[in-house]
Every structure is written in C-alpha cells, then in structure tokens.
C-alpha cells in the first residue's frame, strides 16, 4: 500500500480532570525526522513516545505538539512558609540590629515581601498514569496521522499508474517503429549515393553493410527492455506493504538512463518526439515520489 508522508493528524483524550492535545503534521524528508514537543515536567516520557512513533512511521519529518488542559475547577492554591530561609532573614535582621545599634522593629509585612518566604505548593503528576494518558492520546493522532497518509497515497498510486501506462505506451510505440527507422535509413542511402554516382553502379552489398552497421549502432532493442522491465518492477513496488519511496525514485533514475540512450541512438524524429514526451512523463513521476514514504 502506497503512503504519502505529507500529512496532518490529532487526538483528543481525556483522563482525570485533564484533557490531553495533541497535533501532528508530516511532511517528506529522505529520512525519519521525529520533532517532538513536551511539557518541561514530561520530559522523561520522551524516549517511549518517540518509540511509539518509530514503530508506526518509517520516513518523513513528523512534528508533534503535545497540550495538556484542566477541565476541573482550579483547586484553590497551597501556600507555605519557608522556615529556613525565614530563620535566616531573622538572624541577618538581628545581626544588623546588634552592630548599627539602631532600635528597629520588623515589621511582619516586611518580612513577607522577601523573596521566597512564602512558596506555592506545586502538584505533583503521576508520571506514570500522565505516560499512559500521553500514550493513548499519541496512538489516537498517529492513527489519523496514517489514515490520511493512506488516503493521500491512494491519490498519488493512482496517479502513478496512469503515468506509468502512458511510459509503456510510448515504449510499445517506439518499440514498433524500430523497424521502420532502419528501412527509411536504407531508402535515404540509396537514393543520395544513386543521385550522387548517377554514372556509376550502385554496390548493392556495399549498401547492405551500410546498413547492417547503422542498424547495429541504433538498436534500440536492450534500452526497451529495460524500461519495460523498470516499469513491471515499479509496479511490483506499488503493490508491497512497506517503504519504497527510495527504492521507486532509484528505478525512475534507471529509466531516465535508458530513455536518455533510446534519444541519443535514434535519428528518427518521431522517435525523438516520443522521447520527449517519455520525460516529461517520467519528471511528472519523480515529483510524485517524492511524497511516497
């Protein structure tokens, strides 16, 4: 099954008061490029969440955005004193009271405006049951992640194939006007050597040796098997389940070799109109294969 690696995909979770985000684009890349965003007190969940996304997805940039939301009422904040640092202001107080000689009342509120006598009780989250929450809340948006992956790879394979039967088109159409190409070859050398010795007998099989080496040095035959073959393996590729962008670009290189050749061999116009018209095909193929993981 052909899967395209542009691709957008979220899930929507939600667990013990929370509701859990998240949001994942792809895009295509020639390797595995996994950008992932956590909270700063989840990093240590990183290392199975990007485990859960190697597993699913092989190739392409996948960036992940993770948001945690409360949906209970806020509870209402803990406050507490930080008695050491409370004790220390204290005794500094009374040392600057004993060498000034000053007579200084401290003033409650002036303590309390000091930095960090008064700290907010953070809550602490259950890692564990916050790694099952993330877990399924990632499965969700990897799921639609691949849904529409497979959906825009249908689209591309589809497109693929009808290019695919155009290529072989134009090699069955080539492949029957090679016998032609070394008759009108033969016809031209015959009339220029008949108009140029007008006087003079023709060699019959000097011409014929013309001829056979002409049709040595612009056959065609091994170039069109060879793109036949390449178009019979790239199909064979659009059917697997598995990751075959690269291996679908390294056969488009291959035929662009042996399409090049068939237009540096032939002197026929129609053939190199074909020519032509096959690159243009096979250019159109490579910018889809591009987005195949």
Known sequence: MTKSMT????????????????EMKSLNNRYRDVILRLPKNLQGLEKELRALIDSKIKRGRVEVFFQIET???AP??????NLPLVDAYLNIFDQLLSRSKLKQELRLETL?????????????????????????TLSMGLDSLIEMREKEGAAIETDLRKRLERISGF???????????????QARLKENVERLCQEVAVDADRIAQEVAIFAERSDITEELVRVASH???????????????RRL?????EMNREINTLGSKSSDGNVSRIVVEMKAELEKLREQVQNVE
């Open 71 to 73: 949906t209970q009422e």
């Open 112 to 136: 309390l405006q000091m930095n960090d006598v008064v700290t907010v009780k953070t809550e602490v989250e259950n890692e564990e049951e916050m790694g099952k929450a993330l877990n399924r």
């Open 171 to 185: 090699v069955d159409e080539v492949r029957g006007r090679a016998p032609e190409i070394v008759k009108a070859y």
């Open 7 to 22: 691709a957008y995909g979220k899930g929507d979770y939600l667990h013990d008061g929370k509701r859990f985000l998240v």
């Open 76 to 81: 209402p904040y803990a406050l507490e004193l």
């Open 249 to 253: 670009d390294f056969l488009i290189q």
């Open 231 to 245: 178009i019979q393996q790239f199909e064979t590729y659009l059917e697997i389940d598995d990751v075959v962008g």
